[in-house]
């Protein structure tokens, strides 16, 4: 089982619609997760943290973590053509006195579609 | 701000040769450096981190290393490219004073050994 799991896609929504995102983590002492937005050719964007279990929302992006269930997802509402890229799950696994290192998942390609 | 810089953008080697890729923070002082390299369609896989200067962990054994001669640089390097060195570089950093180990990448480089 790999660390962080992510649904390849690609996955397509029409604009307007909400996209939703899904992530696995194996790890239960994680505490940190993380949402990156990578664009064809680009460096990966960090567009979300979450720390606590719940709903945390910033402007179409809302992130949701389940530390009991060990999942995190994205969801992007009113979703737009420039939304399309690929997001990355990230999650960081703890190293003493040393925050620690991310483990990403292979990503998810978004494609919305006018 | 925070600014992270790295060169070059592209970078055509041939096999045999070395390489040396530099990477520069601004705006913040004792960061956690990493080192990633993302090759086509895959996921990001850590090459290397430093929590300080000379300070280095590895977490893939090849024909790379990496050094951190100043507090805010981290240089990648190699005696002797291979063909599976081919790939995207990209340079993160992280606050070693907020525990969450949120990173933000450098713009990368592209690398192709020929």
């Known amino acids: ?114 | 701000s925070q600014t992270i810089h790295q060169w070059p953008a592209t970078l055509v080697q041939p096999v045999g040769s070395p390489l040396s890729l530099e990477c520069t923070v601004e705006g913040t002082s004792n960061p956690n450096l990493y080192w990633y390299r993302q090759a086509a369609g895959r996921g990001l896989q850590l090459l290397f981190y430093s929590v300080g200067i000379g300070q280095i962990s590895s977490e893939v054994p090849q024909n790379l290393s990496a050094s951190r001669p100043q507090d805010r640089q981290f240089i990648l390097s190699s005696k002797k490219l291979l063909l599976s060195d081919s790939g995207f570089y990209l340079c993160a950093w992280s606050s070693r004073l907020v525990g969450h180990n949120e990173q933000f990448f450098g713009p990368g480089t592209r690398l192709t050994v020929l």
């Open chain 1, 1 to 114: 089982q790999k660390e962080v799991e992510q649904n390849s896609g690609p996955l397509s929504v029409p604009e307007g619609a909400i996209a939703s995102l899904n992530c696995t983590y194996s790890d239960r002492g994680s505490q940190s997760f993380f949402w990156y937005r990578q664009y064809s050719g680009k460096s990966p964007e960090l567009i979300m943290s979450i720390y606590s279990n719940g709903d945390k929302e910033d402007g179409r992006f809302t992130a949701q973590l389940n530390k009991a269930s060990q999942y995190v997802s994205l969801l992007i509402r009113d979703s737009q053509p420039s939304d399309s890229a690929t997001y990355l799950c990230a999650v960081n696994r703890k190293i003493y006195n040393q925050g620690g290192k991310l483990i990403f998942g292979q990503g998810t390609e978004l494609s919305v579609k006018p």
